[in-house]
């Protein structure tokens, strides 16, 4: 595991310093960063500062090339464009020192140059399904030492499809635009998918079949909670004090968050009465009254009751629609902050021990420790405080007598593993059944329960403080240990090594990880792993400045892959964590058969950085399709965070995409043509046939299989590209290949669950 994750370091210190002289991990040829072709435009960020001589002539081409960064993408077309844009600015910078870009075919040590440019390229004549490699560096001598970032993307006449780092293929469509900060997708029973708006304080569903025409027409909501009145009022008057009437009126620091996690219930399709819905959210019960002093704001947890228009106790005005109302409150006055309030629930998907269902939410430190929250206490080691802790709640009230000094004994499940101290405030809670899972976080805001091989395992994703980033296992009763360690007990943070900028965790002093916490706690439990697990030398030399140049990923959610190869997804993704970053798109983990660690016999690459092509959007959640063919993104409206704001590369607070739902579609790999035409399966069945083959101006689809419609189908040419689609909702329907050029293609048909009905090679003449 240690080599592993010195080996993420060499990948991903892209994130260090973008001002700093850091050496870039794509400094030369053979640590290349992959990149998406498309028929738009998707950036990938990037910088010349701290970068070196790679030792490749510059020939023909101009400039000094002794500041070269390297890319590679797989050619979809003969006639791509390379661009850059938003370069650096100011002197010194990429601009002032002049830009080039210099394209080559070839490996590794045996190149040709065969295009030069400053900014843009189009290239002509290469060979589609071929790897080609750009470089960029400046005209000047030596590097830049600041302002050196850029976003490349490389564009084709052709339509959307993207290859990404294991060869697969993608078409990329927004399904759904302008939502007000998505924070939560869930796919629902009936196909569709639920949707949360932190700042919007909605709940919103989109059938899960949109397509990008479609993305200009508004969600159905089904619930709101006012903005600007009652409990979520974040509004403040002339020089931020209180509201006066008649008088400017803006809103104050918001929640981290608002309308934060959601889970339907397991029967919610199945069982009429199960129709639930539960939310977190953040209202304003305390204060918060200006950047240098804590925010207390309040959470609230609920539970909502689902009414499709036709259901008998609607209670929506008529025309009757459907409609989510909240139906009781399962716990209230937790803490709220402008700061880590977490918030993720998931529901166990199976009925545990006393027959029923649990929510468990996640619940952060608030940002003790850190910028305008730096005298706010440190409770995550604190088990009588609901601050760092996974929480375990009933689904619905359990049969416990009420408790006028306990109001919420009822959704707090009597087989929970602690209790209140006798020093809990208030102390009439001495002695009873707490709420607290697991303790020791800092800002969990990822869960999700996988099944591995039979056996259930609740997994989370915790932002790191300024490295070190975990995954985790969750049991019962175990401490994480933060703020005393974070990551792996290794002393990366430690005040008894030669550095100093590692002493401290949130504004903790750390005597020494192992001794003074891990090896003296006996419930301690280590990460399965954690991203950029630095050693303390390198923790001394990250710029404080800037959060988006620190080590971390931002890991915003994580969700589990595992469908049946009949689904027509990568089979090869199976039995893998799906981590979402705020930073950095998406992070494939590829599990051990018995999910207790990540296989790192895998190569780095393929364990971990699995989209490439989702650079510079800012995923703050991800859900499947029901075969888990697509993936669908939530898109966060803005870069900006609780500390220091910036973009990626420190520089703006923007981010690709603001406010979308994205849908990547697994449209195949490569195929390879065979000689043995058995060996193309699945092929025609008499219940499902197409023809004729060879054909020329039509093909034929012949369906005698009860399946969803519409039917969806893809052609693709021989190196996986797509060349056609459509849809129909008949048994029987035409495709017109007209217009497609003489070839060998692959014809592809999907219900409208996305199971892959059949796959064929014809041949058009």
Known sequence: MKKLLQSLF???????????????????????VLIPTSGTCFNTFSTVVGATNSGVAVGACTGTPDDDVWFKFVAAK??????????????????????????????????????????????????????????????????????????????????????DSTNILFSIDTICKNLGYPWEISRGPDDSLWITEARGYRVVRIAANRT???????????????????????????????????????????????????????????????????????????????????????????????YYAADVGNPSTLPKKDTLIIIDTIMSNLSGS???????????????????????????????????????????????????????????????????????????????????????????????????????????????????????????????????????????????????????????YSNTDIFANNNQLASVIIPNEKAAFCNITPDNTEPIFSFFNWTGGQLNNINTGNIFTWPTIAPSSIDYYNFSAVAGGPVNWNNSLMVTSLKYGLFRLKLKSDGSSIDSTQSPKVVIDTFPLMHGWRVRDITFSKLGASIYAAIDSSGSTSGPTGGFGGANSNTLNGGTILRFRFTGTPLPIRENPAQDVPRNSPSLKVFPNPASNFLYVDNKKNVPKPFTYYIYDITGRLIQTGNNSNNNFSVNIAGIKSGIYIFRLFSSIEAELLTERIIIN
Not at 142 to 151: H, V
Not at 399 to 415: S, V
Request: hydrophobic share 30%; aromatic share 10%; with cysteine.
């Open 78 to 163: 003969a006639n791509p464009t390379i661009t850059l844009s938003s370069l650096g600015t100011g002197t010194p910078s990429i601009t002032n020192a002049g830009a080039r870009l210099q394209l080559f075919s070839g490996t590794c040590g045996s190149f040709t140059s065969l295009a030069c440019g400053n900014t843009s390229i189009t290239a002509s004549g290469l060979t589609t399904g071929t790897t080609y490699y750009v470089r960029v560096y400046t005209n000047a001598a030596g590097a830049p030492a600041s302002n050196g970032q850029f976003n490349i993307c490389i564009t084709d006449p052709g339509p959307p499809d993207i290859i």
């Open 338 to 492: 402008n700061d880590h309030n977490s918030g993720r629930m998931v529901i166990s998907p199976f009925t545990e021990p006393d027959g029923t269902y649990k929510l468990y939410y996640s619940i952060g430190d608030m940002g003790a420790g850190l910028f305008n929250n730096t005298t706010r206490t440190h409770n995550s080691q604190n088990k009588d405080v609901y601050e760092g802790k996974i929480l375990r709640l009933n689904t619905e009230r359990d049969a416990d007598a009420p408790d006028p000094n306990d109001p919420f004994n009822q959704w707090i499940p009597n087989d929970n593993p602690f209790t209140f101290s006798s020093s809990v405030v208030p102390a009439t809670l001495s002695g009873k059944r707490s709420a607290v899972f697991t303790y020791g976080h800092r800002n969990p805001q990822g869960l999700v329960w996988a099944n591995v091989n039979g056996t259930w395992k609740l997994y989370s994703s915790e932002h790191g403080d300024t490295s070190d980033d975990e995954i985790n296992i969750l049991v019962a009763g175990k401490n994480y240990g933060w703020p005393k360690v974070s990551g792996l007990c290794d002393d990366n």
């Open 212 to 306: 990008q025409t479609s993305k200009n027409v508004p969600p159905q909501q089904v619930l709101k909670i006012p903005l600007g009145t009652g409990e979520i009022n974040f509004l403040r008057g002339p020089s931020g004090g209180p509201v006066v009437a008649n008088q400017p009126e803006t809103y104050s620091r918001w929640p981290q968050g608002g309308m934060m996690g959601m889970a339907l219930h397991p029967l919610f399709g199945t069982n009429p009465t199960k129709q639930f819905v539960y939310l977190a959210y953040v209202y304003k019960q305390g204060t918060c009254p200006n950047s240098n002093n804590p925010c207390f704001y309040n959470t609230k947890i609920v539970q909502c009751r689902f």
């Open 10 to 32: 060499i990948i991903y210190c892209f994130f260090v310093s973008t001002d700093g002289l850091t050496q870039q991990p794509n400094d030369n040829c053979a640590n290349a």
